[in-house]
T-cell receptor, first 110, second 116 residues
Framework: AQSVAQPEDQVNVAEGNPLTVKCTYSVSGNPYLFWYVQYPNRGLQFLLKYITGDNLVKGSYGFEAEFNKSQTSFHLKKPSALVSDSALYFCAVTGGKLIFGQGTELSVKP | EAGVVQSPRYKIIEKKQPVAFWCNPISGHNTLYWYRQNLGQGPELLIRYENEEAVDDSQLPKDRFSAERLKGVDSTLKIQPAELGDSAVYLC??????????????FGPGTRLTVL
């Protein structure tokens, strides 16, 4: 069975600092991995996905994610955080249907 | 290009009442999904349509939930009767339908249901 874990409920970062939001996965077969962001009272917005190829995936709003097969991880990163990045971030895996993690609340303080 | 449209955005009902949610997917998207998102959790799939056909409704509580996608475009999700535990955000999403596992799903803003 597929599953995804986001070990941190909340991540706090100062504006301008790099940020990382962690995600680990468990799948049988090839992993297809996604990151979505959710702002208050809004639906999920697609950030990026890994299907195959380069382990470093670049996405929207300056975000990128690194696929690591040996560690079964797909961490979301951004070199310099903005206050406007504060939101709820979801990692998801699919191999039959999209399975979401519990979400990580990112708070970026000025 | 317009995104996924959902209505209403908010709904408050008494328990045992019926409620319906409407979704209009992105134009040209053949696959439509309904998800339920409970507070503090990630969305969970309720049903997936490929055009008019419900191809995965294994997570839909069929005793009280029903869905339809007439003409393979708009979709309606209904709950009858609603229970207190149905309070959640109901999200609709759509994708092109080229390859299910890797297609990007685009989400609407959701309907926040409160059952009193």
């Amino acid at each position: 069975a597929q599953s995804v874990a986001q070990p941190e409920d909340q991540v706090n970062v100062a504006e301008g600092n790099p940020l990382t939001v962690k995600c680990t996965y468990s799948v049988s077969g090839n992993p297809y991995l996604f990151w979505y962001v959710q702002y208050p009272n809004r639906g999920l917005q697609f950030l990026l996905k890994y299907i195959t190829g380069d382990n470093l995936v670049k996405g929207s709003y300056g975000f990128e994610a690194e696929f690591n097969k040996s560690q079964t991880s797909f961490h979301l990163k951004k070199p310099s955080a903005l206050v406007s990045d504060s939101a709820l971030y979801f990692c998801a895996v699919t191999g039959g249907k999209l399975i979401f993690g519990q979400g990580t609340e990112l708070s970026v303080k000025p | 290009e317009a995104g996924v449209v959902q209505s209403p955005r908010y709904k408050i009902i008494e328990k045992k009442q019926p409620v319906a949610f409407w979704c209009n997917p992105i134009s040209g998207h053949n696959t439509l999904y309904w998800y339920r998102q409970n507070l503090g959790q990630g969305p969970e799939l309720l049903i997936r349509y490929e055009n008019e056909e419900a191809v995965d409704d294994s997570q839909l509580p069929k005793d009280r939930f029903s869905a339809e996608r007439l003409k393979g475009v708009d979709s309606t999700l209904k709950i009858q009767p609603a229970e207190l535990g149905d309070s959640a955000v109901y999200l609709c999403a759509s994708s092109l339908g080229q390859y299910y596992s890797t297609d990007t799903q685009y989400f609407g803003p959701g309907t926040r249901l409160t059952v009193l």
